[in-house]
């Protein structure tokens, strides 16, 4: 069974940082592609962040570049994001996804608020 559960998410002030975690299973998670998409209330899903299996390519959503990281660990079978300079237009709900071909799958999300 295909799973992707994302954690850290949270309350953070402005300027603070959040680490967040997806650990994957029921794939082969080291040949997927993974991103970091991210969904802010009444708006559309956006891509954050992605990289590419065996880690040879990031790519970053001009809002974040400079700030967030991605990476992963392969031998953990998970996925990172790590976010600085955090500002209140971060908040929104954060997801993981993986893909490979025709194949996509989406975790359930994890919150993050950005507010004094």
């Known amino acids: 069974q295909v799973q992707l559960v994302e954690s850290g998410g949270g309350l953070v002030q402005p300027g603070g940082s959040l680490r967040l975690s997806c650990v994957a299973s029921?794939?082969?998670?080291?040949?997927?592609?993974m991103s970091w998409y991210r969904q802010a209330p009444g708006k559309e899903r956006e891509l954050v962040a992605f990289?590419?299996?065996?880690?040879?390519?990031?790519n970053y959503a001009d809002s974040v570049k400079g700030r967030f990281t991605i990476f992963r660990d392969d031998a953990k079978n998970t996925l990172y994001l790590q976010m600085n300079s955090l500002k209140p237009d971060d908040t929104a709900v954060y997801y993981c996804n993986a893909h490979l071909s025709l194949l996509d799958y989406w975790g359930q999300g994890t919150q993050v608020t950005v507010s004094s």
């Open positions: 029921g794939f082969a998670f080291s040949r997927y592609v």
């Open positions: 990289i590419t299996s065996t880690s040879s390519s990031t």
